[in-house]
Every structure is written in C-alpha cells, then in structure tokens.
C-alpha cells in the first residue's frame, strides 16, 4: 500500500503562486508514475499533470501549460507541481495520485494510489 500526503495549498491572489508537494510512503517510488488532478465544486475530478517514473517525460492539461510545471526527486519520494500565474478558475481541491505504469496511463485516471487532497483558492 502507498500512502500519498500532500501539502502546500493555501489561499493566493491571482497572479500569484503556489508549490503543492506530495509525499509517498513507499520504498520503490521510482517504479510510479505520478500525477496531479484537481476537483472543483460541483464538477468531476479533472487531470491537471503527470510526470514519468524517472522524470524526463511530462504531461499537462491544455488549461496549465505554460503555467504549471510538474517535477519529482526520486531521492525524498516527493513529487511537486508549481503553479505560476494563478486564476481564480484554478481553484480546486488538487490530488496527488501513483499509478505502477506508464504516464500516458495516468492521465486518464488509471491510477492505483490517490493522496486526501489539499486545497487551493484563488481570489480575483
């Protein structure tokens, strides 16, 4: 079993930036891909980015490129999602998720682990 804990949201004004880290207890963390989503009220879970086992491939939702830049170091098991340029429509309960497979796997939610989630508000 992995356990993912996120951390690192908050409240920020537009424009403003933020830097989610997740935590996974698990010893082979290198063998996981790793994602971010994100839920707003009332809506489904969306993919925002995923980042390869070894970190050289990325993927990101059309809505964050340019914006977000998802990272990891094997080395502290922490994966990592700066967020730049924030607008209010980013706002969102964002989730940490692993999957022991290919990155182009997670992003349509295939995945086996998913952290509790941390919030992120953006006012206008």
């Known amino acids: 079993h992995v356990q993912l804990v996120e951390s690192g949201g908050g409240l920020v004004q537009a424009w403003g930036s933020l830097r989610l880290s997740c935590v996974a207890s698990v010893r082979t963390f290198s063998q996981y891909s790793m994602a971010w989503f994100r839920q707003a009220p009332r809506q489904g879970r969306e993919f925002v980015a995923a980042?390869?086992?070894?970190?050289?491939?990325?993927l990101y939702a059309d809505s964050v490129k340019g914006r977000f830049t998802i990272s990891r170091d094997n080395a502290k098991n922490t994966v990592y999602l700066q967020m730049n340029g924030l607008k209010p429509e980013d706002s969102a309960v964002y989730y940490c998720?692993?999957?022991?497979?290919?990155?182009?796997?997670?992003?349509?939610?295939?995945?086996?682990?998913w952290g509790q989630g941390t919030q992120v508000t953006v006012s206008s």
């Open positions: 998720s692993a999957l022991q497979g290919p990155v182009s796997a997670v992003v349509t939610g295939t995945v086996n682990y």
């Open positions: 980042i390869s086992e070894s970190g050289h491939n990325t």
